[in-house]
């Protein structure tokens, strides 16, 4: 069955840092390409950084957020830093079955749950 589960999110003050993970199941993680998307209240889920030969980011995100994978324990991470509170979203993990780092939502097939992630001021 193919699982993504995150983990990390969580209440940070304004400048902060938190680390998300993403724990895939073996089969989901050796297909390609694993994201971040985000989905703050009241807005559409929007992409944050995606990782699949090389990463891709949002302008918003280049400068501060750093994506990575250890694809020895199927686990891909979002480290963020200098948070800000309109950082404040669900962050979802996701899963493509493409190579190629991408930024649209339908190229991915599997997604996580969800973990929030809030940034006060």
């Known amino acids: 069955q193919v699982q993504l589960v995150e983990s990390g999110g969580g209440l940070v003050q304004s400048g902060g840092s938190l680390r998300l993970s993403c724990a895939a199941s073996?089969?989901?993680?050796?297909?390609?390409?694993m994201g971040w998307f985000r989905q703050a209240p009241g807005k559409e889920r929007e992409f944050v950084a995606s990782?699949?030969?090389?990463?891709i980011y949002t302008d918003a995100a280049r400068c501060r957020f750093t994506i990575s994978r250890d694809n020895a324990k199927n686990m891909v991470y979002l480290q963020m830093n200098s948070l800000k509170p309109q950082d404040t979203a669900t962050y979802y993990c996701a899963a493509s079955n493409n190579k190629i780092a991408s930024d649209t939502q339908h190229t991915y097939t599997y997604w996580g749950q969800g973990t929030q992630v809030t940034v006060s001021s």
């Open positions: 073996a089969r989901t993680f050796a297909r390609g390409t």
């Open positions: 990782i699949g030969w090389t990463p």
